[in-house]
């Protein structure tokens, strides 16, 4: 299995942690990752600001980079739906490389689950606080929303369950928006601002220790946000709650070591 | 003004913003125990928009079906091209019957073609009978919202309103006190009233016949009393059969309060004994947006649900969007009629998809927020700094060594511009910075350190290979 570590722009200069753990993750799993050192950014603050023209170029320098590979793995489900959802007006619709580049490209909490299988265990003993990125929920379907009466299984869950100690915080709105938005969290600030801060004040009723999401996006607005207030929350992506469970055996494998020393 | 000021003056009052926000996450929880209820919630809301979007296919054969039938039932159907069209039909109706006093029910299309004020300059007394649609009316300012239209307004300054207009004691605030005073007085200019005008719901082409629903009553009353009766309607209100009606019934009061269906759904088939319909059917743009990428948005039953769960109208309140129609919705659908004033609506959205997930007959509302900012494009109506700094991005992208350069460069300068540079208003990052710290900048890029740990591995293979050799 050929797969591609698509590593977003803002992620690769300012959330490297993020993308080292994604790393560690996938060869925890036993997947070898390619790093193309080409790509850039996927297009997507130029498309949501209208701008086509602009995107189309990054949109096809992104399928010739990302070309031939089995699956291009990305931590975040909205530069994945731009690539899966915006592509078709972006590039030759004809164009089966283009065809095969967005049909691969997944988000990486559904490769672990769906195409992996992969469970995890280790132990993460916090109240972990969920926040639900809209374009992966509503635009991936990563998770069941409040809106639509389908169930779904929410992947991000599912995949921090098995590990020891975790528990998840109960929030009184389980999907609001967080307010980044992308070029809207300038353009209309004031507002974003504000979605930002409920979000929190959310979380901080809960008792969320840890606020954990699928883009680093959202995140890295409401940490801005939680650092402004300098509130007791810790943001994590959950490839870091992964990587760092990896590295704290939980119960089940700490257990043999505490016989032994019987 | 455009929609990020108004938003700021409005979220600048942080109390009332949330108040205003709590009120309708109120109705839109409301609205998810109903919709729970159905166990064939998503089925209803597929067939919906199947409907809809059939019947928008076909909508010139089923408005001459509809044409045929209500006039076998002795309405008199009037078609206007435009709202100035509609507002002369009207008016002409009512001059022909020397009305001096007209009752309305809620119609969002005569707001959008501003009949109130144009009836007026003609000196016919119009008087709003929804209540929520009064309390605004006497405080000449717009609906906030298309099915709460006061929600923007607290009782204490709806019990002003009654006190300096109705006569109310000073001070009065409850909402039952309150309300009474308003049946009271609305009552009155029922009695009063020569003519009433109502909006429609939904027309049915196979029977010719009208629906309306109120959850007042204010629409029978308005046209029970006087013998003439308006009814006026955007052309995409049209379903095909009576047995579709039922879907859509069940879909509107639930996405619209969380009600199982709303209090009066009243069906007019012709006029009443001795009296007069008038069915006025008005195009107003819509044609060239049935023609349009965006047609879907005309398949829109004004219920509201977009704007109670929508994040950024909750917290910026209706009339930031300086719009008939407010909301998601509205920031299509103005936007297509009046692009050069209302460029910043289709901006004024996360694209958090939440409206779409909502929409009883599934508009995709997000997606269509989105391609409308290419449309805007098109017409040259980015803001231009924005459209300068994705140019420049754009440039930055393409070349992947001009792209680690200035990353490199944007670290270290965060790095060291002192923060009362780094977070100067002058900035885009002061505008981020105002409420939110700026993300550390590391050292290293994520591909700087993926590459040393490759060399490192590739070395320590080597070595291995090297003393293994």
């Not at chain 1, 709105?173 to 980044?180: H, N």
């Given at each position: 299995m050929k797969v591609a570590l698509f590593i977003p722009c803002y992620v690769d200069q300012f959330y490297p942690g993020v993308g080292l753990a994604t790393v560690a993750v996938l060869e925890a799993c036993g997947v070898s990752v390619d790093f193309p050192e080409g790509q850039t950014c996927c297009g997507q603050p130029m498309a949501n600001s209208g701008c086509m023209d602009q995107a189309r170029p990054l949109a096809e320098h992104f399928v010739s980079t990302f070309a031939g590979y089995d699956y291009v793995v990305a931590p975040s489900g909205s530069c994945v739906s731009m690539v899966r959802n915006h592509y078709d007006h972006l590039v030759d619709r004809q164009d089966q490389k283009a065809a095969e580049v967005r049909s691969r490209t997944i988000e990486l909490s559904e490769f672990l689950i769906n195409v992996l299988g992969h469970s995890f265990s280790g132990s993460f003993p916090f109240q972990t606080g969920i926040h639900q990125s809209c374009h992966g929920l509503r635009e991936l379907r990563l998770a069941g929303c409040s809106e639509e009466m389908t169930c779904r299984d929410s992947l991000l869950r599912n995949l921090l369950e098995g590990l020891d100690g975790i528990q998840f915080a109960q929030l009184q709105?389980?999907?609001?928006?967080?307010?980044?938005g992308g070029t809207f969290a300038v353009s209309e600030a004031a507002v974003s601002a504000m979605m930002g801060q409920d979000r929190i004040d959310d979380h901080l009723q809960a008792g969320t220790q840890v606020l954990t999401a699928g883009d680093m996006s959202c995140l890295m607005h409401l940490d801005g946000i939680i650092r402004r207030r300098r509130l007791p929350i810790r943001v994590m992506h959950f490839a870091e709650i992964l990587a760092e469970a990896l590295r704290t055996p939980g119960l089940q494998t700490a257990e043999p070591a505490q016989q032994g020393g019987e | 003004m455009g929609h990020p000021a108004l938003a700021a003056d409005f979220t600048a009052n942080e109390e009332r913003a949330h108040w205003h926000d709590r009120a309708l996450w109120f109705v839109r929880q409301k609205r998810d125990r109903m919709a729970a209820s159905v166990p064939e919630w998503e089925e209803l809301r597929a067939t919906a928009s199947a409907i809809k979007q059939h019947t928008q296919s076909l909508l010139a054969d089923y408005l001459q079906e509809f044409e045929k039938n209500a006039t076998a039932h002795g309405a008199v159907v009037h078609w206007a091209a435009d709202a100035e069209e509609h507002n002369q039909i009207v008016l002409s109706i009512l001059q022909q019957h020397q009305v001096q006093n007209l009752v309305k029910s809620k119609s969002m299309l005569t707001e959008e073609c501003h009949l109130n004020p144009w009836l007026e300059k003609h000196g016919i007394h119009v008087v709003d009978t929804d209540l929520g649609e009064r309390i605004v009316q006497l405080r000449e300012e717009p609906p906030s919202h298309i099915v709460l239209p006061a929600i923007h307004i607290r009782k204490e300054e709806v019990g002003e309103c009654f006190h300096e207009h109705l006569g109310t004691e000073k001070g009065a605030s409850d909402p039952e006190y309150l309300t009474e005073a308003a049946r009271q007085h609305l009552r009155d200019c029922f009695c009063k009233a020569d003519a009433g005008l109502t909006g429609v719901n939904f027309a049915i082409a196979e029977t010719g016949g009208i629906v309306i629903c109120t959850n007042e009553g204010n629409a029978d009353l308005g046209v029970g009393v006087p013998p003439v009766h308006i009814a006026c309607m955007g052309m995409e209100k049209l379903i095909p059969r009576a047995e579709d009606l039922s879907v859509f019934l069940r879909l509107l009061a639930r996405s619209a309060t969380g009600q199982p269906v709303t209090t009066y759904s009243s069906h007019f088939h012709g006029p009443q004994q001795g009296g007069e319909l008038h069915i006025v059917i008005v195009d107003n743009g819509r044609t060239e947006i049935l023609q349009s990428e965006f047609r879907r948005s005309l398949d829109c039953i004004r219920c509201g649900a977009c704007m109670n769960t929508c994040p950024v109208y909750r917290r910026s309140g209706g009339h930031s969007y300086e719009s008939t129609v407010p909301g998601p919705i509205g920031s299509i659908l103005t936007p297509l009629r009046t692009p050069e004033e209302h460029s910043t609506l289709p901006f004024a959205c996360s694209l958090c998809g939440s409206c779409t997930d909502v929409c009883p007959v599934r508009i995709p509302l997000h997606h269509q927020l989105f391609a409308l900012r290419e449309h805007l494009d098109s017409k040259n109506l980015l803001e231009r700094g924005k459209k300068l700094q994705m140019k420049v991005l754009a440039t930055v992208f393409s070349r992947p060594w001009l792209y680690s350069l200035v990353g490199r460069i944007a670290r270290k300068a965060l790095r060291w511009t002192p923060r009362f540079l780094t977070y100067s208003r002058l900035t885009p990052a002061g505008l981020w910075g105002k409420a939110r710290e700026l993300p550390e900048a590391p050292r290293k890029s994520f591909r700087e350190l993926y590459r040393e740990r490759q060399q490192q591995t590739a070395s320590e293979r080597n070595h291995s290979d090297r003393s293994n050799g």
């Open positions: 709105r389980p999907d609001e928006c967080c307010g980044f | -």
